[in-house]
């Protein structure tokens, strides 16, 4: 984790990048995706480059692997890969260098690979592309790749489809093959981002073992700060094209220097540990209470054939007082987002009952259930396909309320307030989607869900798409707004950061079922359950028990 | 794979079974009847209609006429044409080989230089080549497919004498050549829609295939553009397109109505009008359940070609 920060000779340097500038067509919002940007990779380290979304990080790995879109143009600089000049390089010469010198793997491992080939196959090509050797030798050394990077069984999974695999095993295959050549440089873009956290430690370990094994120099690009405090030997910090900070990644995490990292650093989610302190304790009785719901998926023919069935959501019970938060935290496929779809009825269960204000709410038809409408609300997790784009903000947040009998203009007045409530101007009323950044679209969510004045939020994954610095602002909206209004809370959420900060309680699922349920203070300090210790421990960047103080609620 | 091959298929029996009870339905509540025209014709009396009609058995009631209908088609008697009395399915059977013919080589045509140009289009998005491909596919689609004939008829025909105007041989020629010389200007014609349609979607298939992460990858990998083009980015674009050539099949075998009109082409598309206009009804059913079940079929067929080709659903 040591930074060497004596003079760097320029063998020691396996990647350099200095001035590098990419134009951005025109009609973009800036002229450049990157500007005049300078870095080194030091053979042998890991250099993690975080900025958030439109920083530019993604069109810095692009450009070093010559995979720019023609659109995009560099303009100036110079990357120096092993000595070599590869800007203005042929794009012959270019792609010699590919796959041999410098390799890449990225974010979402379940549509990087070719679904209509092999596992085998495809690590096989990379080395028939460079002329590696014989197919026999190829095969063998696809096979010992298989081995290296852990996945079970090589002989079999060489002739696997990648569909059988899982996402984090198709990112280990994505690593065997990047490493067939044993290039110089690994350029990593967001690799671990689409993965579940535990996969996300396993990948992080992967990388960081496969690195020190080779001597290998690795670029690793990301927006998570815990990513970078994992593995980071040194770190660039990029905001809207520019570097505006770099150095050892002891330096940078500890003590940042520009006043942009020092906000990002600060945003970034932490464990607390600590719960919510609420004046008023939960006497009343529960606005929900959930007692062995059941929902199950069938699946194939029912006629011919045999059918499959999966239990999304098992005998899950749980209590929720009013004015609380309840955080629903697991991994992709733990019924968590089926649980809140049951909630809000877009699912019809197959046993238990949901008692919303003492009234068995599962088994409504949804003609009885559609004045109860209005009182549960969801907020949804992609701003952007959320909200229909061919609709004014004003008349997404009227529709549902009018369509329940309120008069148009009192809706409209409403809408306006709490346009104005959720921080943004009221000239949104007019204006369509498509004119916010995520964030405000975000806060348009929230102000459609709150027209109904409804005593229970659904929140699934709503901070998920955003940006560290504005999901800490979403999350502080959510708060106020619980404190002002006295709304229930059910937060559906996959990283446990972000739960320990909002949440009174947190359920934690597996397999359909809660493993465990408690305050923060057990979840993240005292985990009872095996899963939910394995779950803590995976979080990136973080010690249990070592909770730092919480800047996201300055 | 046995359990959805048994599914589809009980679900195409079904199909069937309803298409035919419509197919027949509509055909018999049409006003007149089958011999609604002797009712025109003074050497025919009304004894004679009504004795046509009990030799027919058009006399009882119209479920019956299905039940015996069905039961029959089921045994493999299709019935016999009104016209000349010749069996059904030898009727079909003898203009099968003239759209075989036609539609078989214009079918070819469309779907290999309709998929070259959209590959190419869409590898070359937004070239000259992109742009004359686009424009020359939009006017062979709002063209009518007979002004096309007229026009090749006009040039090719009378102006130039290359091609014959018409019909499928001279009479007594039955040589293959002959045959090739006829098939030439309508085959070209009929195949202009269709390499227009499929250029379009093997354009917006190429496009989807290329704008996918593997093909990324692919390009990291270092691998030549025409290795990732030919692996990895046409064998994906081809999937959808499978389903499509399915859905082409039962044309290729019904046939084109207007352009064997246009060309005197005898084959199935004019069988239907003519048997139509003669409410030849047993005919009539004949082709509708041939079409049906070749609809069916050609679902059918691209569903399992899918299925063994694409290894998520070969092995799931």
Redesign the interface.
């Given at each position: 984790m040591v930074a060497s920060i004596q003079a760097v000779a320029p063998h020691d340097v396996a990647l350099s990048v200095r001035d590098l500038t990419v134009n951005l067509p025109q009609g973009m919002e800036r002229t450049h995706a990157v500007k005049n940007i300078s870095f080194d990779l030091k053979r042998g380290q890991i250099l993690c480059i975080i900025g958030e979304s439109g920083s530019g990080k993604s069109v810095t790995a692009n450009a070093i692997m010559g995979l720019l879109p023609k659109v995009i143009r560099l303009s100036s600089g110079v990357i120096q890969l092993e000595g070599m000049n590869i800007i203005g390089m042929s794009p012959d010469k270019l792609r010699n260098l590919r796959g041999r010198v410098v390799s890449m793997i990225f974010q979402d491992p379940l549509s990087a690979l070719n679904p209509l080939m092999t596992v085998g196959a495809q690590i096989d090509e990379v080395m028939a592309a460079h002329g590696f050797g014989t197919p026999q030798a190829c095969r063998n050394r696809a096979i010992e790749l298989l081995t290296e990077v852990g996945l079970p069984d090589p002989e079999l999974m060489y002739h696997q489809y990648p569909f059988r695999l899982s996402g984090g095993q198709r990112q280990r295959v994505m690593i065997a093959m990047a490493l067939a050549l044993e290039p110089t440089v690994l350029i990593a873009d967001e690799p671990t981002t689409a993965l579940d956290v535990t996969t996300q430690a396993q990948i992080l370990q992967l990388i960081r073992d496969i690195q020190r094994r080779k001597g290998m120099s690795v670029m690793f690009i990301t927006h998570d700060f815990g990513v970078v405090a994992e593995i980071a030997d040194s770190v660039v910090v990029m905001e809207k094209g520019h570097v505006v900070e770099q150095g050892s990644a002891e330096q940078v995490l500890k003590s940042p220097k520009h006043p942009y990292t020092q906000r990002l650093i600060a945003a970034v989610p932490h464990l607390t540990g600590e719960d919510r302190s609420r004046p008023e304790a939960a006497s009343k009785e529960p606005i929900l209470k959930v007692e062995g719901l059941v929902k199950t998926y069938r699946g194939g023919s029912a006629l011919f054939g045999a059918q499959r069935t999966v239990t999304a959501v098992n005998e899950v019970s749980f209590e929720l007082a009013p004015g609380r938060t309840l955080g629903v935290v697991g991994e992709s496929g733990s019924g968590k987002s089926s649980l809140g779809r049951l909630l809000i009825k877009l699912l019809d269960s197959d046993g238990g009952g949901i008692l919303f204000e003492g009234c068995d709410i599962a088994k409504l038809s949804e003609a009885k259930f559609r004045p109860l409408r209005p009182r549960i609300q969801m907020i949804f997790q992609d701003p952007f396909a959320s909200l229909n784009p061919r609709s004014t903000v004003g008349h997404i947040m009227t529709v549902g309320p009018m369509a329940h009998g309120m008069p148009y203009v009192q809706a409209r007045d409403e809408a306006r307030a709490l346009l104005a409530h959720v921080g943004l101007d009221a000239g949104a009323f007019g204006r369509y989607p498509h004119e916010f950044s995520g964030g405000q679209r975000q806060r348009i969510g929230i102000a459609r869900a709150l027209m109904f004045k409804p005593k229970l939020l659904i929140a699934d994954e709503a901070v998920s798409a955003l940006d560290v610095s504005i999901q800490a602002q979403i999350l502080q909206l959510l708060d106020q707004i619980q404190r002002e209004t006295g709304v229930s809370m059910v937060f559906i959420t996959h990283d446990l950061r972000v739960a320990s900060q909002i949440c009174d309680e947190i359920a934690v699922m597996q397999k359909g079922r809660i493993v465990e349920r408690g305050p923060p203070s057990q979840i993240f300090l005292n985990p009872q359950a095996a899963y939910t210790r394995q779950l803590v421990a995976a979080i990136p960047g973080e010690r249990p028990g070592n909770a730092r103080p919480v800047a996201a609620n300055a | 794979m046995?359990?959805?091959l048994?599914?589809r298929l009980?679900q195409s029996l079904v199909l069937l079974v309803i298409v035919s009870i419509i197919g027949f339905g509509i055909l018999n509540l049409l006003p007149g009847g089958p011999l609604a025209q002797f009712g025109l014709d003074p050497g025919m009396t009304q004894q004679d209609i009504e004795r046509l009609k009990g030799l027919l058995g058009l006399d009882r009631p119209i479920w019956i006429q299905y039940l015996d209908w069905a039961w029959r088609l089921v045994r493999g008697d299709w019935g016999h044409s009104f016209r000349d009395g010749a069996p059904v399915l030898e009727v079909i059977g003898s203009h099968l080989f003239a759209t075989l013919l036609l539609m078989g080589s214009s079918t070819v045509i469309a779907i290999s230089i309709g998929a070259w140009i959209g590959i190419r289009g869409a590898t070359r998005r937004y070239s000259l080549f992109d742009y004359l491909a686009t424009v020359g596919a939009m006017v062979a689609l709002s063209v009518p497919t007979f002004w096309f004939g007229l026009v090749g008829i006009y040039v090719f025909s009378l102006k130039l004498g290359w091609l014959p105007a018409g019909n499928m041989s001279e009479i007594g020629d039955g040589s293959i050549l002959g045959y090739l010389h006829h098939l030439i200007l309508p085959s070209i014609v009929l195949s202009l829609v269709h390499v227009a349609i499929w250029s379009r979607y093997m354009r917006t298939a190429t496009l989807d295939a290329i704008s996918?992460?593997?093909v990324?990858?692919?390009?990291?990998?270092?691998?030549?553009e025409r290795?990732i083009l030919m692996?990895?980015v046409v064998?994906?674009a081809l999937?959808p397109m499978i389903t499509l050539a399915g859905m082409q099949l039962p044309s290729v075998l019904t046939g084109a109505l207007v352009t064997e009109t246009v060309f005197t082409w005898p084959g199935m598309g004019r069988l239907f009008l003519d048997s139509l206009g003669y409410s030849d009804y047993p005919v009539v059913m004949g082709l509708l359940m041939f079409s049906a079940i070749l609809v069916l079929l050609g679902n059918l067929i691209a569903d399992i070609v899918v299925a063994i080709?694409?290894?998520?659903i070969r092995?799931?």
């Open positions: - | 046995r359990g959805f048994l599914n009980s996918q992460d593997f990324k990858t692919a390009r990291a990998k270092g691998l030549s290795r692996k990895h064998g994906n999937l080709v694409d290894p998520r092995l799931a």
